[in-house]
């Protein structure tokens, strides 16, 4: 056991250590506040304070785990061998940087309780965080650390045991918009035709003309192409459906359609099923309960992981109302625009709540990429130049590669044929 000598043991401590050490690493830790009982451990151990007690593995501390609430904060990013990191430590460090401060900063999303400003639907922007303003949104800068500890302490005590864990690929199917035409009844209907013809959208309405006269099938039905698809690989996948009335940011397919409802429960048949949050829920626990219930009561099984319409985590908030619904994993923290890890890892992890200082019994699953981050390249080699240097990462550290493609891109050619791209990367990504 890696015993850890500090002068206060803390909930932000705690947390972060043991995410580090045990989630990542699997290493068995243990912490003391008594000199005595460090000096007289005979196994591996550390100290994290403000000075060493004699010449033993040190990192010093910052303040940061050793406070409450939120403060301002300076934070200077340098380099540890080739790796960014900020929170300097000092010479006498055995890391230059405190790891553990860092690594609690990133995981707690800290800089998203700081004041900013929020985009058109009311997220973090990623341009406002630290990770891409220091050009490390797309490094898992936690799992790394964390493995670079590893070794340095290992170099200190060859005898220090750990148990790797296995990387894990999960592939996400979003569907907030089941069909594009089909099912969507007379009125709405018809005012898509107007405002396809008031847009002079004729591609459109010769589409929708087909689909209605059944001539071709709805683009954005591609449910059972992708099971087929998915039994071809032996890897997770999991199917997010909104089950939401209709509203100005909603606009699925109605919750009482037969034809939606036995869609929903055909997927289910072959694989996870669960709920894609609506944009009122997001305030509304209410209805977050309701669309969470309605769901589980058309699968027969319990509802308990969530997407986040429009991946729009707001912290503590967003958590909270999952927790009080009974929602136990989250699969929205990343960016919808941008290819990397908002919260610096690709280990799932509880969430921290900075407000109350207590770990919230939600289980987070960062995700790398989602499709609309793709759209900006023009070529499939393009695309896999950018997530083979992201998996190699991953695979690595041995994380979770986490995607998420939306039914609706997978049903567009555009310049790109998506669904020939979503094979590919399962394929490539899956071992």
Known sequence: MLLIFTHKVTNRLTYTAKQIFEKILGVEMGFTTKVEEFIKHNGPKMTYSKQPLQNEFFIRSNDLLFEQGINDLEVRVSD?????????????????????SASFFLLSRYEEYLP????SVGRFPVKESIAYQND?????????????????LKDRFPDLENKEKDYRFTSIINVTTSHAYAMRGIARSIGGLLLD?????????LDRFSVMMRLKKDPYDNFFELVDIHKKFPIKTMFFFQFAKHSAHDKNVSTNNNKFRY????????????????????????VLREEKKQLGNLINRPISYARLRYNKVNVPATYRNLVETEFTDD???????????????????YFYDINTEVRQPIKIHPFAMHDYAL?????????????????RLVKQVKGDFIFVFSNELLGGKQHLDWMELYQSL?????V
């Open 80 to 100: 540890w061998d080739g790796l960014p990191c900020f929170f300097s430590a000092g010479d006498k460090s055995t890391v230059p940087f405190d790891v553990f």
């Open 116 to 119: 900013h400003v929020k985009d």
């Open 136 to 152: 490390f949104l797309e490094l898992p800068v936690v799992d790394l650390w964390a493995y670079k500890l590893l070794e340095a």
């Open 197 to 205: 013809l008031g847009n002079f959208r004729f591609r459109d309405v």
């Open 263 to 286: 869609l929903i429960k055909s997927v289910a048949d072959y694989s996870i099923v669960s709920l894609s949050t609506s944009f009122i829920s997001s305030y509304d626990k209410n």
């Open 331 to 349: 699969f929205s923290m990343g960016y919808t625009h941008e290819i990397g890890f908002r919260a610096g890892t690709c280990t799932p992890f």
């Open 375 to 391: 759209v900006k390249y023009k070529s499939k080699e393009e695309v896999y130049e950018k997530m083979d240097k992201v998996y």
């Open 426 to 430: 399962l394929k490539r990504y899956y």
